[in-house]
T-cell receptor
Framework: SQKIEQNSEALNIQEGKTATLTCNYT??????LQWYRQDPGRGPVFLLL?????KEKRKERLKVTFDTTLKQSLFHITASQPADSATYLC?????????FGAGTRLTVKP | DAGVIQSPRHEVTEMGQEVTLRCKPI?????LFWYRQTMMRGLELLIY????????DSGMPEDRFSAKMPNASFSTLKIQPSEPRDSAVYFC???????????????FGAGSRLTVL
């Protein structure tokens, strides 16, 4: 069966450091992968999208990589800030089938 | 645009009662998705519509769940009868297929938190 795993339920880092979140998957061949941010009591908000033929995508302090051989995506937040504290979800998409990982709760400490 | 609007935000009901959750998607979006989120199972896709037509309802847990989209600006998710294990946050999301990208990017509502006692 298809499985999506995001590294650890929680990640704590110091302000200014780079946060790296991992999304691994099995038994699935996504056409593209998306990352969302979810704050408590709110719905997920789209951040970035990367296609299967792309290796890397950047947006301001965010960087996403996608390795279809390793079946893994890495999500980086550079120069992290306390305001980056949230849960981050990866979503694998093929056609209109979109499956989410359980999320990683990131806490950036001042 | 006000975004995706869901109601009610919170619902507490007793087992056996009917629950109806409502969603107004973003105008112009032709896809609508219903998700359920729990601590144990994360975000699960229940059903999605394209141009008001249900496309995939394989995620609907059982016959107690039903969803409708009578027009482009309104959808409902109904649970009848409700059970305690249905307690979760239910999200509605809408999107449009971006031309040339083949990518659906979802805009989520704030969710409806359902508690079944």
């Amino acid at each position: 069966s298809q499985k999506i795993e995001q590294n650890s339920e929680a990640l704590n880092i110091q302000e200014g450091k780079t946060a790296t979140l991992t999304c691994n998957y099995t038994n699935y061949s996504p056409a593209y992968l998306q990352w969302y941010r979810q704050d408590p009591g709110r719905g997920p908000v789209f951040l970035l999208l990367i296609r299967e033929n792309e290796k890397e995508k950047r947006k301001e302090r965010l960087k996403v990589t996608f390795d279809t051989t390793l079946k893994q995506s890495l999500f980086h937040i550079t120069a992290s800030q306390p305001a980056d504290s949230a849960t981050y979800l990866c979503a694998l998409v093929r056609d209109n089938d979109m499956r989410f990982g359980a999320g990683t709760r990131l806490t950036v400490k001042p | 645009d006000a975004g995706v609007i869901q109601s009610p935000r919170h619902e507490v009901t007793e087992m056996g009662q009917e629950v109806t959750l409502r969603c107004k998607p973003i105008s112009g979006h032709d896809y609508l998705f219903w998700y359920r989120q729990t601590m144990m199972r994360g975000l699960e896709l229940l059903i999605y519509f394209n141009n008001n037509v249900p496309i995939d309802d394989s995620g609907m847990p059982e016959d107690r769940f039903s969803a409708k989209m009578p027009n482009a600006s309104f959808s409902t998710l109904k649970i009848q009868p409700s059970e305690p294990r249905d307690s979760a946050v239910y999200f509605c999301a809408s999107s449009f297929l971006r031309v040339g990208s083949g990518a659906n990017v979802l805009t989520f509502g704030a969710g409806s938190r359902l508690t079944v006692l």
